[in-house]
């Protein structure tokens, strides 16, 4: 599942980012920057992958170049596939 976590407080601002982007997936906001505080996290966009116990496997900035892009599918599918789970 993907899930996009924004710390825009304004809905009319939040959605027309969604249209520029043409992004499909939930967006949650977190206001008061919550998750931001409570993870320690300093800088945006990150993108956490996290294995089925909800245990953090990878914490990395998204890279708008191609060859990173398909390294961390390789990476994700390489996790995906230890676990023989059906979603491959």
Not at 9 to 20: G, I
């Amino acid at each position: 599942m993907v899930l996009g976590i924004l710390h825009q407080d304004e809905l009319s601002a939040v959605n027309l980012f969604r249209s520029a982007k043409e992004i499909q997936f939930p967006i949650l906001i977190d206001k008061q920057n919550v998750l931001r505080k409570d993870m320690g996290f300093r800088v945006s966009p990150l993108r956490i992958t996290l294995d089925e116990n909800n245990k953090i496997i990878d914490i990395s900035r998204p890279d708008a170049e191609i060859k990173k892009q398909k390294e961390f599918l390789k990476f994700l599918e390489s996790k995906l596939s230890e676990k023989g789970g059906p979603w491959l």
